[in-house]
């Protein structure tokens, strides 16, 4: 695939893997921009309804799709041969999924992770695991991120998000394939920004959750948001990302975004649980993921064989998988060892 050949506006061979809502949306804006997109859904009955009734109701209701757009169940029909792959399947099933496809990739695809989250067995970024299910070096990979729920995308309300890769031509010929007047696409050299980013936002937005679940005010939660994201580019820093990408649309865009939309999944898990509900039982009324309940745990592995300290992050691994009560949770961070506010990570 060209970057002229892209520029130019030439329908592109797209795959898609996961047709959840941000797989469908996504599916949906490349099929709508002329571009000849396949999607690889897991269930029967959600390729039945997008290819018969242009709509998925189970992941994205109330949106007509169009009729440009072709589901099916096969995956390694849905990946071969294309000039893009876009996958959005969930951290916990990335892994297994990709194996199917493993050295299958054409050489000229363009494979990009739209996915957000860390790999709890293996403490890998979406990316990482791309790479070494498929054996592609990190060049041959994107990741796209940014503030972005999947209903306002199908809505084509104005969105910006950022794809980044080590390849910069990758980076700018998919910014040509997925940008429209609605859908505003910037370009980043700084992969692992942009994941971890991405990742630990929903731990972060399970937390403001809470806060809003015990009726805490917005002091509390601003505070929550900033205090969160010095645990994010602590972590950033760490791993070798670039400081700056956290203030912009992978970092401050999509903390802001996911721990203040009433369309965040893991928001509303933080508030539901501070309600008292149990884990299990929201985890098992939903088909929809909620990613920031498996990347909570990732995320405290790795800063405690970092020793990085995410006092924000460790409590809400301990409420979601040690039942420490929130609000015990709350009263903890706030009483910790008083210091200043900037410190030297």
Same mark, same amino acid.
């Given at each position: 695939?060209?970057?002229?050949?892209?520029?130019?506006?030439?329908?592109?061979?797209?795959?898609?893997?996961?047709?959840?809502?941000?797989?469908?949306?996504?599916?949906?804006?490349?099929?709508?921009?002329?571009?000849?997109?396949?999607?690889?859904?897991?269930?029967?009955?959600?390729?039945?309804?997008?290819?018969?009734?242009?709509?998925?109701?189970?992941?994205?209701?109330?949106?007509?799709?169009?009729? *440009?757009?072709?589901?099916?169940?096969?995956?390694?029909?849905?990946?071969?041969?294309?000039?893009?792959?876009?996958?959005?399947?969930?951290?916990?099933?990335?892994?297994?999924?990709?194996?199917?496809?493993?050295?299958?990739?054409?050489?000229?695809?363009?494979?990009?992770?739209?996915?957000?989250?860390?790999?709890?067995?293996?403490?890998?970024?979406?990316?990482?695991?791309? *790479?070494?299910?498929?054996?592609?070096?990190?060049?041959?990979?994107?990741?796209?991120?940014?503030?972005?729920?999947?209903?306002?995308?199908?809505?084509?309300?104005?969105?910006?998000?950022?794809?980044?890769?080590?390849?910069?031509?990758?980076?700018?010929?998919?910014?040509?394939?997925?940008?429209?007047?609605?859908?505003?696409?910037?370009?980043?050299?700084?992969?692992?920004?942009?994941?971890? *980013?991405?990742?630990?936002?929903?731990?972060?937005?399970?937390?403001?959750?809470?806060?809003?679940?015990?009726?805490?005010?917005?002091?509390?939660?601003?505070?929550?948001?900033?205090?969160?994201?010095?645990?994010?580019?602590?972590?950033?820093?760490?791993?070798?990302?670039?400081?700056?990408?956290?203030?912009?649309?992978?970092?401050?865009?999509?903390?802001?975004?996911?721990?203040?939309?009433?369309?965040?999944?893991?928001?509303?898990?933080?508030?539901?649980?501070?309600?008292?509900?149990?884990?299990?039982?929201?985890?098992?009324?939903?088909?929809?993921?909620?990613?920031?309940?498996?990347?909570?745990?990732?995320?405290?592995?790795?800063?405690?064989?970092?020793?990085?300290?995410?006092?924000?992050?460790?409590?809400?691994?301990?409420?979601?998988?040690?039942?420490?009560?929130?609000?015990?949770?709350?009263?903890?961070?706030?009483?910790?060892?008083?210091?200043?506010?900037?410190?030297?990570?």
């Amino acid at each position: 695939m060209s970057a002229k050949t892209t520029e130019a506006g030439s329908p592109l061979r797209i795959g898609v893997l996961g047709a959840g809502s941000w797989g469908t949306a996504l599916a949906d804006l490349l099929a709508t921009k002329g571009h000849r997109v396949d999607l690889w859904a897991r269930e029967a009955e959600v390729v039945h309804q997008i290819n018969h009734e242009h709509e998925n109701r189970i992941f994205l209701p109330g949106f007509r799709l169009t009729e *440009g757009l072709a589901a099916s169940g096969e995956l390694a029909a849905v990946a071969s041969g294309k000039d893009l792959l876009l996958v959005v399947i969930p951290s916990h099933a990335l892994r297994q999924t990709m194996r199917a496809l493993s050295g299958s990739i054409a050489p000229q695809t363009d494979v990009v992770s739209a996915a957000k989250g860390i790999e709890t067995d293996t403490l890998c970024t979406l990316s990482q695991v791309l *790479g070494q299910t498929l054996g592609l070096g990190p060049e041959r990979i994107g990741v796209l991120s940014g503030p972005s729920f999947a209903v306002e995308v199908a809505r084509r309300f104005p969105t910006a998000v950022v794809v980044a890769s080590s390849d910069p031509d990758l980076a700018r010929r998919v910014q040509h394939t997925f940008a429209t007047p609605v859908f505003r696409v910037y370009t980043s050299d700084d992969v692992i920004g942009v994941e971890l *980013g991405g990742a630990v936002k929903n731990v972060i937005a399970i937390a403001a959750g809470m806060i809003d679940g015990l009726g805490m005010g917005l002091n509390t939660r601003a505070a929550l948001i900033t205090r969160g994201m010095t645990e994010i580019r602590r972590l950033g820093k760490r791993l070798g990302a670039n400081p700056r990408t956290f203030t912009g649309l992978a970092g401050y865009g999509d903390l802001i975004l996911t721990c203040t939309g009433e369309l965040s999944r893991n928001h509303t898990l933080g508030r539901r649980i501070a309600e008292g509900r149990k884990l299990a039982e929201l985890l098992a009324e939903t088909r929809s993921v909620a990613e920031g309940v498996h990347t909570a745990r990732a995320v405290h592995q790795l800063s405690v064989k970092l020793g990085v300290e995410m006092p924000i992050c460790r409590q809400v691994y301990r409420i979601l998988y040690e039942d420490l009560p929130p609000s015990v949770a709350l009263a903890e961070l706030m009483t910790r060892n008083l210091k200043p506010e900037l410190d030297d990570e």
